[in-house]
């Protein structure tokens, strides 16, 4: 019998891998998909609540959540193309040049 | 076990498996083209959780229109080069560590909280009109926020075209 702790702990999972590959990849292009792996995680835990409670404001949210995801997707594809064209380079751990 | 269950273990570890091979691999493009069936089975799993109609935006969205940006990006640029270098951070331990104790958090959280009342209730008028339901309270009690939606894509798009724009050096 599925219940709510299947959806929570199966959403646990795949932020956690969203998480594993922000801390752990250094081409920022990886790291911005783990980002939007992480808000689809979120968002599941949002639906699973939104079910379990019987109230669809969850899902509104969730709404929101998508439109802000593809704003920061455009956004920060935007500002690797203009650090590519700058820099020659898309690993975060070679992007240093406001390091004190 | 019922059909529910299977479907729900089915979605689960497909979506877990493609979401650990996106993460993992060095090959950008790869990345991208896993975690394509990921979003897909995680809208699977919406389905299950009787929202269809965010399940059809999961599919258009982020797994449609964001992954197709991403693979613009990542072939105009040529950025699928992995050029024999590591791809794994230098703080990896450190990031591992992290990682795990986040995952056992989350999950001893989920797995140990009580939530009482029944969890899959047939409730016949609502899962035939998810998007009605959905709608009604987008446009009444969220009438503002969604319009302020529009206007951060707005802004967005703007900032996204000024960001990406090549400088003309005469």
């Known amino acids: 019998m599925i219940s709510l702790t299947h959806f929570l702990v199966l959403s646990a999972i795949l932020f956690t891998i969203g998480m594993m590959g922000v801390l752990m990849r250094r081409n920022v292009i990886i790291i911005l998909l783990s980002v939007e792996l992480m808000l689809t995680a979120v968002n599941l835990n949002f639906i699973a609540f939104s079910h379990y409670m019987k109230n669809p404001v969850g899902q509104v949210f969730v709404f929101f959540v998508m439109t802000v995801a593809a704003a920061e997707t455009a956004l920060g594809l935007a500002i690797v193309i203009a650090l590519f064209r700058n820099l020659e380079t898309v690993y975060v751990d070679e992007i240093n040049q406001m390091k004190g | ?170």
């Not at chain 2, 089915?10 to 493009?29: D, H, K, M």
């Not at chain 2, 998007?131 to 009604?136: C, I, M, P, Q």
């Not at chain 2, 987008?138 to 090549?166: D, K, N």
Request: proline share 4%; hydrophobic share 65%.
């Open chain 2, 1 to 170: 076990m019922g059909l529910y269950d299977i479907m729900f273990y089915y979605f689960a570890v497909v979506a877990v498996v493609t979401a650990l091979l996106a993460v993992s691999r060095a090959n950008p493009v790869h990345a991208v083209l896993f975690l394509v069936p990921c979003f897909f089975h995680v809208a699977g799993i919406f389905v299950l959780l009787k929202a269809e109609f965010l399940a059809v935006i999961q599919i258009l969205v982020p797994a449609g229109a964001l992954m197709v940006l991403y693979l613009f990006v990542v072939f105009l640029f040529s950025l699928s080069e992995v050029k024999g270098m590591r791809a794994a951070h230098r703080q990896w331990a450190l990031a591992g560590v992290v990682v795990v104790s986040l995952l056992l958090l989350l999950s001893v959280l989920a797995v140990s909280s009580i939530f009482p009342g029944p969890f899959q209730e047939l409730v016949a008028k609502e899962a035939a009109n998810n998007t009605a339901a959905v709608g009604g309270s987008l446009y009444t009690s969220f009438l503002f926020p969604f319009e302020l939606a529009s206007l951060v894509l707005l802004a967005i798009m703007f900032g996204a075209m000024v960001l990406a724009r090549r400088e003309d050096k005469e």
